[in-house]
């Protein structure tokens, strides 16, 4: 039943994902100094940093961070916040068991800065995506889906905050979904056994 999450970052996601109850094994971070490592050392959950900068290749530090992964023999590998891109060899390695939250409606805004690109476009709706991870970014088959209104005076960061809050809430689920052994991919396509919404329409401001 274990999970490994992977992060680069301050890990409110991974937060949110300790907050919902779900036990964690592992948190491994490729930055030093993330936060997220703190959530987890606070809550005395082994932590590991495998840097990528030490590695000459993609390929090399992925060896060395799939070690470290696979020592806690992972049902489920969560990506949050965990800025890297991954190979297809690596991706073959946990086919089928590696979640992403990206932050937008994907399959549009792809990559970073989605927010900002969100509000270049004047889309009206923006929000976050769960997905698979495959070898092509941000684009595996998607498990649940929030929408946020654009508002007329959003920056990036008010909607950032606004897409981050439902994040927060979906990702959890989607794992949860996971772990109990939910989720159905057929065609690219996921459902959930069961049948919960794979959406959510937030407006709160
Ligand atoms: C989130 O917006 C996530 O969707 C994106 O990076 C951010 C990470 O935030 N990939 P946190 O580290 O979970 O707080």
Redesign the pocket.
């Known amino acids: 039943m274990s999970l490994v999450v992977l992060?680069?970052?301050?890990?409110?996601?991974?937060q949110a994902i300790l907050d919902a109850g779900i036990p964690v094994a592992a948190v491994i971070s490729n930055v030093a100094g993330a936060g997220?490592l703190e959530i987890a050392a606070q809550r005395g959950i082994p932590t590991k940093v495998v840097k990528h900068g030490d590695y000459p290749t993609r390929e090399a530090f992925e060896e060395v961070l799939a070690a470290e992964v696979d020592r806690f023999a992972p049902k489920l590998i969560a990506h949050?916040?965990f800025?890297r891109i991954v190979t297809a060899g690596y991706v073959a390695r946990y086919a089928g068991r590696m979640l992403n939250?990206?932050?937008s409606l994907l399959p549009a805004f792809t990559g970073l800065r989605t927010h900002e690109r969100a509000l270049a476009a004047g889309v009206r709706l923006h929000g976050?995506t769960v997905h698979f991870v495959t070898p092509d970014l941000d684009a595996g088959p998607i498990v649940i889906q929030a929408a946020v209104p654009v508002l007329a005076n959003d920056t990036p960061d008010t909607l950032?905050k606004r897409?981050?809050r439902q994040?927060h809430i979906v990702y959890p689920r989607a794992i949860q979904w996971f772990l109990d052994g939910r989720l159905v991919i057929d065609n690219g396509r996921v459902s959930v056994k069961g049948n919960d919404a794979q959406y959510l329409f937030s407006d709160r401001a």
């Open positions: 992060i680069s970052g301050r890990g409110s996601n991974l997220g949050a916040g800025m939250v990206h932050p976050c950032s897409v981050l994040e």
